[in-house]
C-alpha cells in the first residue's frame, strides 16, 4: 500500500480537525442603542429595518410560545426624534401583530428607546401614540432617553426602566434639548400633555415633580 506524502497527510488531519470543531454559540440580536441586552439570534425574525440620517429603527418578531400566533412583536428605535423619524416609527407600530395568549390575555409589545436628541413638541405626539398602542416603553442597558424622548417615556401608560438605562427630562432650555422653566409658552404645553396622557391627579403631580427639578442642572433624572 503507497503512503501518503507527509505534507498531504498533514493537511487530511487539519481537515478532519476542522470537521470536528463544534460550531459557535448562537449570534446575539443586541437591542439598537445597547451595548449587549438583546434576544438569542436564533429566536428572532427581522421584519423591517428603516435607516435615516441620524436614526435607525427596527420592527422584528420574536419567538413566544405563549402567544397564539407563536411570536411577539418588538419595535427598536435608536436616533433623532425628529419629522423624518418620526412617521417611520408611527408605521411601525402601526403595523404591529397583538400577541394574544390562549386564556385571552394580551402580551404587551415592548418598545425599545435610545435617544438624546429632539423636537420637543414632537416627543408629545410620540407620548399620545405610545398610549393609544397600548405598548410598553422600555430604556434598557446602554440606553439614553433624553429631550424628547423623556417627553414621549413620561407619556407612555406602560414603560420600564432597565439596569443601567437612563431617562433624563432637561430644562436648561437649549434647542432641541429642554423646557425653559421662565416660559410658560414651554411649560403649559407639558402640563397639559402630562394631564391628558396621565389624568389630571397624576398628571399634575408629574408637572410639579417636573417643576421641583426646574433649576437643577442636571435635569430630571428619572432613572
Same mark, same amino acid.
Given at each position: 500500500?503507497?503512503?501518503?506524502?507527509?505534507?498531504? $497527510?498533514?493537511?487530511?488531519?487539519?481537515? #478532519?480537525?476542522?470537521c %470536528?470543531?463544534?460550531?459557535p454559540? &448562537?449570534?446575539?440580536? @443586541? +437591542?439598537?442603542?445597547?451595548?449587549?441586552?438583546?434576544?438569542?439570534?436564533?429566536?428572532?425574525?427581522?421584519?423591517?429595518?428603516?435607516?435615516?440620517a441620524?436614526?435607525?429603527?427596527?420592527?422584528?418578531?420574536?419567538?413566544?410560545?405563549?402567544?397564539?400566533?407563536?411570536?411577539?412583536?418588538?419595535v427598536?428605535?435608536?436616533g433623532?426624534?425628529?419629522?423624518?423619524? $418620526?412617521?417611520?416609527?408611527?408605521?411601525? #407600530?402601526?403595523?404591529? %401583530?397583538?400577541?394574544?395568549?390562549? &386564556?385571552?390575555r394580551? @402580551? +404587551?409589545?415592548?418598545?425599545?428607546?435610545n435617544?438624546?436628541?429632539?423636537e420637543?413638541?414632537?416627543?408629545?405626539?410620540?407620548?399620545?401614540?405610545?398610549?393609544?398602542?397600548?405598548?410598553?416603553?422600555?430604556?434598557?442597558?446602554?440606553?439614553?432617553?433624553?429631550s424628547?424622548?423623556?417627553?414621549?417615556?413620561?407619556?407612555?401608560?406602560?414603560?420600564?426602566?432597565?439596569?443601567?438605562?437612563?431617562?433624563?427630562?432637561?430644562?436648561?432650555?437649549?434647542?432641541?434639548?429642554?423646557? &425653559?422653566?421662565?416660559?410658560? +409658552?414651554?411649560?403649559?404645553?407639558?402640563?397639559?400633555y402630562l394631564?391628558?396622557?396621565?389624568?389630571?391627579?397624576?398628571?399634575?403631580?408629574?408637572?410639579?415633580?417636573?417643576?421641583?427639578?426646574?433649576?437643577?442642572?442636571?435635569?430630571?433624572?428619572?432613572?
Open positions: 500500500m503507497m503512503s501518503l506524502p507527509r505534507h498531504l $497527510l498533514t493537511l487530511c488531519v487539519l481537515a #478532519l480537525t476542522a %470536528a470543531v463544534p460550531p454559540p &448562537d449570534a446575539h440580536h @443586541v +437591542v439598537l442603542g445597547s451595548g449587549a441586552y438583546g434576544y438569542p439570534a436564533a429566536n428572532v425574525r427581522v421584519l423591517s429595518v428603516m435607516q435615516g441620524d436614526f435607525e429603527a427596527r420592527h422584528s418578531q420574536l419567538r413566544y410560545p405563549e402567544c397564539t400566533s407563536g411570536s411577539l412583536d418588538v427598536e428605535f435608536s433623532v426624534i425628529s419629522a423624518a423619524s $418620526l412617521p417611520v416609527l408611527n408605521n411601525m #407600530l402601526n403595523g404591529v %401583530a397583538p400577541c394574544i395568549r390562549r &386564556d385571552g394580551r @402580551v +404587551v409589545t415592548p418598545v425599545y428607546l435617544s438624546a436628541q429632539g420637543l413638541m414632537l416627543g408629545t405626539q410620540l407620548g399620545k401614540w405610545f398610549q393609544n398602542q397600548g405598548v410598553e416603553v422600555i430604556v434598557t442597558e446602554g440606553q439614553v432617553c433624553e424628547a424622548c423623556a417627553v414621549a417615556y413620561l407619556g407612555a401608560q406602560r414603560k420600564r426602566i432597565q439596569a443601567n438605562g437612563r431617562v433624563v427630562l432637561h430644562f436648561n432650555g437649549e434647542q432641541g434639548r429642554g423646557f &425653559d422653566c421662565a416660559r410658560s +409658552v414651554d411649560m403649559m404645553p407639558l402640563r397639559n394631564l391628558s396622557t396621565a389624568g389630571k391627579q397624576q398628571g399634575q403631580a408629574l408637572f410639579n415633580q417636573a417643576l421641583a427639578h426646574c433649576r437643577s442642572g442636571q435635569g430630571w433624572d428619572l432613572s
